[in-house]
Every structure is written in C-alpha cells, then in structure tokens.
C-alpha cells in the first residue's frame, strides 16, 4: 500500500517562530488533507489539498502531486498552535493513510 | 448543526464482553469510516462503507459493522480484547476521497 511519511517527528518552537511541516507520500493520490489534532484527541481539519496552495490566516499548505509531496506552514506560532498535525491521504484505489504525525510544541 | 457525533467518550470493557460504539452524522454523506489510534501513531482504517446498506473492512476479524441507513455507521467489538485497547474514530464524507470530517473519538480500554 501507499506510504505516508511525516517530517519532523517532533518540533519544538518559541512563540513567534514559523514552521515547515513536510509530508512525503509513495504513489499518486485523489486526495490529502491535512488534520490538527488537539490536546482532546479532536481532529479538525485544516487543509483539504490535493495538489496546488491554500492559505488560511496563519496557516497555508502546498501539495505537489507530481512530485509526490506535501507542505504545511505555520507562521507566528502561538501556544494554542501545539498538538499533533497530520497528513491523510487517498490512494487512486480508495485506500486512507495516515502519516504518523508531528508533535509541535510551542514555548511561551 | 453538530457534524459527527460519536458516543460514549470513554469505556472501560473486561475481556470476553461486547460492546458498540455509536457513530451518527447529520450531513447526508455517503461514505464512513472507522479507524482505531494507537499511542504515538497515526489512525488505522478498520472499516468503511461507501454508502448505506454497504460494508468493507481493511483489517481482521474482532470489529463488525452495519450501515442500516445514511446516518449511523455502529461499530461493534464482538469479544473484547486487550489488544483492541485504543481511540477510535469516526469519519464521514461525501463521497469516497473527498474531505473527511472526525468525530472527536471514543477511548476504549479492555481489561
């Protein structure tokens, strides 16, 4: 099946900081979106991106599908902007995959 | 409007029991699914169905399923296990591929 791969595993930012967060995949996709899951266990969701640029206040994501990856930027990080992000994508079979995540943390 | 809706938040269940867990929306989506998060990894997909009265599972045996109508998607453990000890989630979209939107989890625990 497709692999999902994250990068960093782990980040830990002052407040104020920008950030890249990088997510590889194996085989062409229909479909990527981006999560944020907050302390609660809550997904919610950030980007639906399969190719191209979106922008979301301090949050923007690019996907090149021809060259199989995914980026997610985070610009003047706040505390709140701590949890795990991640990358979930669509196989051309149907099949969802989940990357493994990154845990940001932001210091005040 | 209240998106999707998973019931209970927590539950602690012995070996050997069964149990259900509730997964509702009220967006009229086709497709749903249920995956299962272990700790420090990303979610699993258990089970899916494209559209009511249709089912499909990734993974073994353990989880059953029935889509009886649009709007409820349950998952049930037939006979508990502790391997089956994690957060379960459920999702829901349009149509298979398209956004998918989270239910914000069950913690599940068998002893």
């Known amino acids: 099946g497709i692999q999902v791969e994250q990068s960093p595993p782990d980040l830990i930012l002052q407040e104020g900081a920008n950030s890249t967060l990088r997510c590889n995949f194996s085989?062409?996709?229909?479909?990527l979106q981006w999560f944020h899951q907050n302390p609660w266990g809550q997904l919610i969701n950030l980007f639906y991106?399969?190719?191209g640029t979106k922008q979301n206040g301090r949050l923007s994501a690019t996907t090149v599908a021809t060259e199989r990856y995914s980026l997610l930027y985070i610009s003047s990080s706040q505390t709140t902007d701590s949890g795990v992000y991640f990358c979930?994508?669509?196989?051309?079979?149907?099949?969802?995959?989940f990357g493994d995540g990154t845990t940001l943390t932001v210091k005040p | 409007n209240a998106g999707v809706t998973q019931t209970p938040k927590f539950h602690i269940l012995k070996t050997g029991q069964s149990m259900t867990l509730q997964c509702a929306q009220d967006?009229?989506?086709?497709?749903m699914s249920w995956y299962r998060q272990d700790p420090g990894m990303g979610l699993r997909l258990i089970y899916y169905?494209?559209?009511?009265?249709?089912t499909d599972k990734e993974v073994p045996n353990g989880y059953n399923v029935s889509r009886l109508n649009t709007e409820d998607f349950p998952l049930r453990l037939v006979s508990a296990a502790p391997s089956q000890t994690s957060v379960y989630l459920c999702?829901?979209?349009?149509?298979?591929?398209?956004?998918?939107?989270f239910g914000q989890g069950t913690r599940l625990t068998v002893v």
């Open positions: 999702a829901s979209s349009y149509g298979e591929g398209t956004e998918a939107f």
């Open positions: 085989d062409s996709v229909n479909n």
């Open positions: 991106i399969p190719s």
């Open positions: 979930a994508v669509v196989s051309n079979a149907g099949k969802s995959t």
């Open positions: 967006m009229n989506h086709g497709y």
């Open positions: 169905s494209a559209a009511a009265g249709t």
